[in-house]
Protein backbone atom coordinates (compact mmCIF):
# COMPACT_ATOMS: atom_id res chain seq x y z
CA UNK A 1 0.00 0.00 0.00
CA UNK A 2 1.55 3.36 -1.55
CA UNK A 3 2.15 6.43 0.98
CA UNK A 4 2.41 10.22 0.72
CA UNK A 5 6.37 9.69 -0.05
CA UNK A 6 4.83 7.66 -3.48
CA UNK A 7 2.76 10.59 -4.61
CA UNK A 8 4.87 13.93 -3.80
CA UNK A 9 7.34 15.72 -1.51
CA UNK A 10 5.89 16.17 2.22
CA UNK A 11 6.74 19.36 2.49
CA UNK A 12 4.49 20.81 -0.02
CA UNK A 13 1.79 20.46 2.83
CA UNK A 14 3.41 22.64 4.84
CA UNK A 15 1.25 26.84 5.29
CA UNK A 16 2.75 29.52 4.46
CA UNK A 17 2.71 30.79 8.27
CA UNK A 18 5.14 27.67 9.45
CA UNK A 19 8.28 29.81 8.80
CA UNK A 20 7.60 32.34 11.71
CA UNK A 21 7.98 29.45 13.85
CA UNK A 22 11.83 28.74 12.99
CA UNK A 23 12.03 32.53 14.25
CA UNK A 24 10.82 31.78 17.26
CA UNK A 25 13.19 28.44 17.79
CA UNK A 26 15.89 30.51 16.79
CA UNK A 27 15.11 33.42 19.32
CA UNK A 28 14.45 31.09 22.30
CA UNK A 29 17.74 29.65 21.84
CA UNK A 30 19.59 32.76 21.42
CA UNK A 31 17.76 35.59 23.29
CA UNK A 32 20.60 37.56 24.07
CA UNK A 33 24.29 37.55 23.32
CA UNK A 34 25.97 34.25 21.63
CA UNK A 35 28.75 34.29 24.28
CA UNK A 36 30.56 31.13 22.52
CA UNK A 37 29.88 32.52 18.97
CA UNK A 38 32.57 35.24 19.59
CA UNK A 39 35.41 32.87 20.65
CA UNK A 40 34.59 31.33 16.64
CA UNK A 41 33.53 34.24 14.51
CA UNK A 42 32.61 34.28 11.25
CA UNK A 43 35.36 32.40 9.42
CA UNK A 44 33.71 29.92 6.34
CA UNK A 45 33.51 26.22 7.57
CA UNK A 46 31.59 23.14 6.82
CA UNK A 47 29.63 20.77 9.10
CA UNK A 48 28.99 17.24 8.64
CA UNK A 49 25.52 16.06 9.91
CA UNK A 50 25.51 12.57 11.08
CA UNK A 51 22.99 10.02 12.02
CA UNK A 52 24.28 8.16 14.59
CA UNK A 53 21.22 5.83 15.63
CA UNK A 54 19.01 3.64 12.84
CA UNK A 55 15.88 5.36 11.93
CA UNK A 56 13.93 6.89 9.17
CA UNK A 57 14.83 10.70 8.18
CA UNK A 58 12.03 13.34 8.74
CA UNK A 59 11.93 17.32 9.27
CA UNK A 60 14.24 18.29 6.12
CA UNK A 61 12.24 21.18 5.22
CA UNK A 62 12.63 22.86 8.71
CA UNK A 63 16.33 22.06 9.03
CA UNK A 64 16.83 24.03 5.91
CA UNK A 65 14.70 27.04 6.94
CA UNK A 66 16.73 26.94 10.04
CA UNK A 67 20.12 27.57 8.52
CA UNK A 68 18.51 29.38 5.63
CA UNK A 69 17.49 31.76 8.31
CA UNK A 70 21.40 32.36 9.67
CA UNK A 71 22.08 32.89 6.22
CA UNK A 72 23.85 28.72 5.57
CA UNK A 73 23.25 26.03 3.00
CA UNK A 74 22.74 22.47 3.31
CA UNK A 75 23.24 19.53 1.09
CA UNK A 76 21.36 16.70 1.61
CA UNK A 77 22.87 12.94 0.84
CA UNK A 78 19.56 11.06 1.81
CA UNK A 79 15.76 11.53 0.96
CA UNK A 80 13.25 13.08 3.52
CA UNK A 81 11.38 9.74 4.45
CA UNK A 82 14.85 7.14 3.42
CA UNK A 83 15.86 4.31 6.48
CA UNK A 84 19.55 4.68 7.36
CA UNK A 85 21.89 2.88 9.06
CA UNK A 86 24.67 4.42 11.75
CA UNK A 87 26.97 6.30 11.70
CA UNK A 88 25.59 8.12 8.27
CA UNK A 89 26.92 11.29 6.56
CA UNK A 90 23.20 12.93 6.30
CA UNK A 91 23.87 16.22 4.91
CA UNK A 92 26.54 18.84 4.79
CA UNK A 93 25.85 22.39 6.14
CA UNK A 94 27.61 25.41 5.08
CA UNK A 95 28.35 28.87 5.62
CA UNK A 96 30.11 30.85 8.09
CA UNK A 97 31.18 28.92 11.54
CA UNK A 98 29.38 31.14 14.14
CA UNK A 99 26.15 31.04 12.39
CA UNK A 100 26.33 27.08 12.15
CA UNK A 101 26.83 26.80 15.78
CA UNK A 102 23.97 28.91 16.45
CA UNK A 103 21.41 26.68 14.13
CA UNK A 104 23.08 23.47 15.47
CA UNK A 105 21.35 22.70 18.34
CA UNK A 106 17.92 23.58 17.44
CA UNK A 107 18.44 21.67 13.85
CA UNK A 108 19.32 18.78 15.68
CA UNK A 109 16.63 18.60 18.33
CA UNK A 110 13.76 19.14 15.85
CA UNK A 111 15.49 16.61 13.71
CA UNK A 112 16.06 13.93 16.49
CA UNK A 113 12.30 14.61 17.40
CA UNK A 114 10.81 14.63 13.86
CA UNK A 115 13.15 11.30 12.98
CA UNK A 116 12.03 9.47 16.14
CA UNK A 117 8.51 10.05 15.58
CA UNK A 118 8.72 9.35 11.78
CA UNK A 119 10.81 6.15 12.57
CA UNK A 120 7.86 4.50 15.07
CA UNK A 121 5.30 5.54 12.78
CA UNK A 122 7.20 3.41 9.76
CA UNK A 123 7.57 0.77 12.34
CA UNK A 124 3.61 0.44 13.45
CA UNK A 125 2.46 0.82 9.65
CA UNK A 126 5.69 -2.32 8.88
CA UNK A 127 4.68 -4.13 11.92
CA UNK A 128 0.69 -3.93 10.72
CA UNK A 129 0.95 -4.96 6.85
CA UNK A 130 3.64 -7.71 7.87
CA UNK A 131 0.97 -8.97 10.05
CA UNK A 132 -1.65 -8.49 6.90
CA UNK A 133 -3.64 -5.79 8.13
CA UNK A 134 -4.67 -3.23 5.03
CA UNK A 135 -6.33 -0.67 7.02
CA UNK A 136 -5.36 2.52 8.54
CA UNK A 137 -2.67 3.34 11.09
CA UNK A 138 -2.85 6.99 12.74
CA UNK A 139 -1.68 8.95 15.24
CA UNK A 140 -3.63 10.91 17.25
CA UNK A 141 -4.52 15.16 18.44
CA UNK A 142 -2.18 13.76 21.87
CA UNK A 143 0.81 15.85 19.69
CA UNK A 144 3.07 18.89 21.93
CA UNK A 145 1.77 22.41 21.99
CA UNK A 146 3.69 24.40 19.79
CA UNK A 147 5.15 21.64 17.77
CA UNK A 148 2.10 20.27 16.65
CA UNK A 149 2.53 20.82 12.71
CA UNK A 150 5.98 19.04 13.15
CA UNK A 151 5.14 16.03 14.77
CA UNK A 152 1.68 15.78 12.38
CA UNK A 153 4.43 16.00 9.47
CA UNK A 154 6.45 13.32 10.98
CA UNK A 155 4.20 10.86 11.02
CA UNK A 156 3.04 11.56 7.18
CA UNK A 157 7.06 11.07 6.83
CA UNK A 158 6.49 7.81 8.48
CA UNK A 159 3.42 6.40 6.10
CA UNK A 160 0.76 7.11 8.38
CA UNK A 161 -2.18 8.88 8.60
CA UNK A 162 -1.92 12.00 10.87
CA UNK A 163 -5.58 11.59 11.90
CA UNK A 164 -7.58 15.23 12.94
CA UNK A 165 -5.03 18.27 12.90
CA UNK A 166 -7.12 20.02 15.49
CA UNK A 167 -10.70 20.73 16.88
CA UNK A 168 -11.98 22.90 13.60
CA UNK A 169 -10.46 19.65 11.18
CA UNK A 170 -13.09 17.14 12.00
CA UNK A 171 -15.96 16.54 14.72
CA UNK A 172 -14.75 13.87 17.67
CA UNK A 173 -17.61 13.52 20.33
CA UNK A 174 -15.97 12.27 23.66
CA UNK A 175 -17.25 11.08 26.51
CA UNK A 176 -17.52 14.70 28.18
CA UNK A 177 -19.58 16.23 25.14
CA UNK A 178 -22.40 12.55 24.94
CA UNK A 179 -22.40 13.30 29.23
CA UNK A 180 -22.75 17.18 28.79
CA UNK A 181 -25.88 16.58 26.12
CA UNK A 182 -26.89 13.68 27.64
CA UNK A 183 -27.03 10.88 25.02
CA UNK A 184 -25.14 10.34 22.02
CA UNK A 185 -28.56 11.07 19.71
CA UNK A 186 -28.45 14.41 21.32
CA UNK A 187 -25.24 15.19 20.82
CA UNK A 188 -25.03 13.76 16.99
CA UNK A 189 -28.07 15.45 16.13
CA UNK A 190 -26.90 19.09 17.96
CA UNK A 191 -23.48 19.06 16.43
CA UNK A 192 -24.82 17.94 12.64
CA UNK A 193 -26.75 21.58 12.86
CA UNK A 194 -23.93 23.43 12.95
CA UNK A 195 -21.13 21.23 11.51
CA UNK A 196 -23.04 20.33 8.38
CA UNK A 197 -22.47 17.71 6.01
CA UNK A 198 -18.48 18.60 5.02
CA UNK A 199 -16.91 17.40 8.42
CA UNK A 200 -17.00 13.76 9.05
CA UNK A 201 -18.15 13.14 12.51
CA UNK A 202 -16.67 10.42 14.71
CA UNK A 203 -18.30 9.38 17.87
CA UNK A 204 -16.32 7.16 21.09
CA UNK A 205 -18.20 4.51 22.52
CA UNK A 206 -17.75 2.24 25.44
CA UNK A 207 -19.72 -0.37 24.39
CA UNK A 208 -21.46 -2.61 21.76
CA UNK A 209 -25.02 -0.20 22.76
CA UNK A 210 -23.21 2.53 22.56
CA UNK A 211 -21.73 2.02 19.51
CA UNK A 212 -25.36 1.06 17.79
CA UNK A 213 -26.72 4.13 19.02
CA UNK A 214 -23.71 5.83 17.32
CA UNK A 215 -24.41 4.42 13.96
CA UNK A 216 -28.18 4.55 13.82
CA UNK A 217 -27.77 8.38 14.97
CA UNK A 218 -26.05 9.20 12.11
CA UNK A 219 -21.23 8.91 12.89
CA UNK A 220 -19.38 8.27 9.86
CA UNK A 221 -16.41 7.04 12.43
CA UNK A 222 -17.45 4.81 15.43
CA UNK A 223 -14.30 5.12 18.17
CA UNK A 224 -14.48 1.52 20.36
CA UNK A 225 -12.39 2.96 22.97
CA UNK A 226 -10.79 0.97 25.62
CA UNK A 227 -12.20 -2.53 24.01
CA UNK A 228 -9.69 -4.55 23.53
CA UNK A 229 -9.04 -8.67 23.38
CA UNK A 230 -11.90 -11.03 21.60
CA UNK A 231 -14.13 -9.13 22.61
CA UNK A 232 -12.95 -6.15 20.12
CA UNK A 233 -13.39 -8.50 17.41
CA UNK A 234 -16.50 -10.24 18.23
CA UNK A 235 -18.45 -6.38 18.93
CA UNK A 236 -16.67 -5.12 15.46
CA UNK A 237 -17.90 -8.10 13.58
CA UNK A 238 -21.29 -7.79 14.73
CA UNK A 239 -21.65 -4.21 14.01
CA UNK A 240 -20.80 -4.77 10.73
CA UNK A 241 -23.09 -8.19 10.11
CA UNK A 242 -25.79 -5.50 11.45
CA UNK A 243 -25.83 -2.55 9.61
CA UNK A 244 -24.46 -3.95 6.02
CA UNK A 245 -26.28 -2.15 3.45
CA UNK A 246 -27.87 -0.28 6.24
CA UNK A 247 -25.54 2.47 7.34
CA UNK A 248 -21.83 3.14 6.22
CA UNK A 249 -19.24 3.57 8.94
CA UNK A 250 -15.86 2.94 9.65
CA UNK A 251 -14.74 1.20 12.90
CA UNK A 252 -11.68 2.80 15.04
CA UNK A 253 -9.82 0.93 17.69
CA UNK A 254 -7.74 3.47 20.26
CA UNK A 255 -6.75 3.49 23.48
CA UNK A 256 -3.82 1.35 25.50
CA UNK A 257 -2.45 0.62 22.11
CA UNK A 258 1.56 0.25 22.48
CA UNK A 259 4.35 -1.75 20.45
CA UNK A 260 3.55 -4.85 22.39
CA UNK A 261 0.00 -5.40 21.87
CA UNK A 262 -0.25 -3.75 18.57
CA UNK A 263 -1.46 -6.81 16.40
CA UNK A 264 -3.92 -7.81 19.10
CA UNK A 265 -5.81 -4.51 17.88
CA UNK A 266 -5.83 -5.95 14.38
CA UNK A 267 -8.65 -7.41 12.82
CA UNK A 268 -10.62 -7.54 9.36
CA UNK A 269 -13.66 -5.52 10.60
CA UNK A 270 -11.33 -2.62 12.20
CA UNK A 271 -10.79 0.00 9.32
CA UNK A 272 -8.52 2.43 11.63
CA UNK A 273 -6.38 2.16 14.77
CA UNK A 274 -5.07 4.90 15.91
CA UNK A 275 -2.61 5.18 19.10
CA UNK A 276 -0.40 7.99 20.72
CA UNK A 277 2.47 5.66 20.82
CA UNK A 278 3.37 6.99 17.62
CA UNK A 279 4.56 10.48 18.99
CA UNK A 280 4.17 10.27 22.64
CA UNK A 281 7.39 8.97 24.56
CA UNK A 282 9.08 7.54 21.23
CA UNK A 283 13.29 7.63 21.59
CA UNK A 284 14.82 10.29 19.52
CA UNK A 285 16.67 9.79 16.67
CA UNK A 286 20.39 11.06 17.52
CA UNK A 287 22.03 13.15 15.30
CA UNK A 288 25.25 15.40 15.85
CA UNK A 289 27.33 17.60 13.57
CA UNK A 290 31.15 18.64 13.63
CA UNK A 291 32.78 21.31 11.53
CA UNK A 292 35.52 20.52 9.39
CA UNK A 293 39.22 21.43 11.09
CA UNK A 294 41.37 23.51 8.86
Given at each position: MKTALNFGK???LLPPSWKSQV??????DTPSFDWAGFVVGEDEREGKLLGKRKGVLAGKPFVDEIFKQLDCSVEWHINEGDSFEPVKHIATVRGAVRF???????????????????????????????????????????????????????????GIDAHRNDLSSMVMLKDNHIWSKG???????????????SLRLDVEVQDEKEANEAIDAGADVIMLDNIAGEELHAVSRRLKEKWTDKRHFLLETSGGIEAHNLTERLGD????LSTSAVHQNVQHIDYSMKIAQN
Open positions: PEHQQWLSELLLGERVALNVLSRCSGIASMSRWFLDTARDAGYEGIIAGTRKTTPGFRLVEKYAMIVGSITNAVQAVRSVAGFSIDI
